[in-house]
């Protein structure tokens, strides 16, 4: 298994571009990888990643209790990442988590060394993979197409990956993203 250090990692970009896929192919490919659980105010019945289904109520709760070390809104919802992500960092573990890119500037001032991931695709091939991917409904795909233009907040920095051709040249940029020394030189 590559060499890790306890890093944090947000994977970005927009939506339909293949992030969830790529973390699990990268999971796949580094075995002490650790791919963020989110909690959701999302329908457990809605598939796609593995996530924690909850209540805006029961997300407020816990939001307040200090349980989700970072937070954001996004397509109506609530997304959480749970505090116990410190436990693996300070483990000497890796984590990788999907992230938002209206908030990688609060995620970077609260972790410096986070390292954010930044994943695009052409317009309509995110189009078409919405589509076939088929978890929201046509008005919703409309709305996610249109925010794909957002791009990152200005002076974010992050490991760009074009995953608009086959999917194992993107899933190799990410394994080489995800190991320190690859993603230092990548930055540069
Ligand atoms: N390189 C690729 N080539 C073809 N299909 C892809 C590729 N990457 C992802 N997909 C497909 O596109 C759809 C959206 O991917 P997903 O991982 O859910 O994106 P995101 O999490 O960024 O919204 C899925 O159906 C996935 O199988
Ligand atoms: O600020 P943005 O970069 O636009 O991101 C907004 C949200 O979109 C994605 O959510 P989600 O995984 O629920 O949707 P997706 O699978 O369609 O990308 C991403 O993980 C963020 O939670």
């Avoid at 796949?28 to 805006?56: K, Y």
């Avoid at 990956?161 to 030189?185: F, M, W």
Wanted: hydrophobic letters at 45%; a positive charge; glycine letters at 8%.
């Amino acid at each position: 298994m590559p060499e890790m250090a306890g890093r944090l990692y947000a994977i970005v970009g927009p939506s339909g571009v293949g992030k969830d896929t790529l973390m699990r192919a990268a999971a796949r490919r580094l075995p002490g990888l650790r791919l963020v659980r989110r909690v959701i105010t999302r329908s457990a019945e809605a598939g796609g990643e593995d996530f924690e289904s909850t209540s805006e109520a029961d997300f407020a709760r816990r939001l307040a209790r200090g349980d989700f070390i970072l937070h954001w809104q996004a397509h109506g919802l609530s997304y959480g990442i749970p505090a116990d992500v410190l436990d693996f960092l300070e483990a000497g573990r890796p984590a990788l988590f999907n992230g938002s890119r209206a908030m990688l500037a609060e995620a970077k001032a609260q972790f410096p060394a986070l390292e954010a991931i930044h994943v695009t695709a052409r317009p309509e091939i995110l189009a078409a993979r919405l589509a076939a991917r088929g978890r929201e409904s046509a008005e919703e795909i409309a709305a996610r197409l249109a925010r794909a233009k957002i791009g990152l907040p200005p002076g974010i920095k992050a490991i760009e990956i074009d995953n608009s051709g086959p999917l194992e040249t993107a899933v190799e940029a990410l394994v080489a993203a995800l190991q320190p020394e690859s993603a230092k030189r990548s930055m540069r």
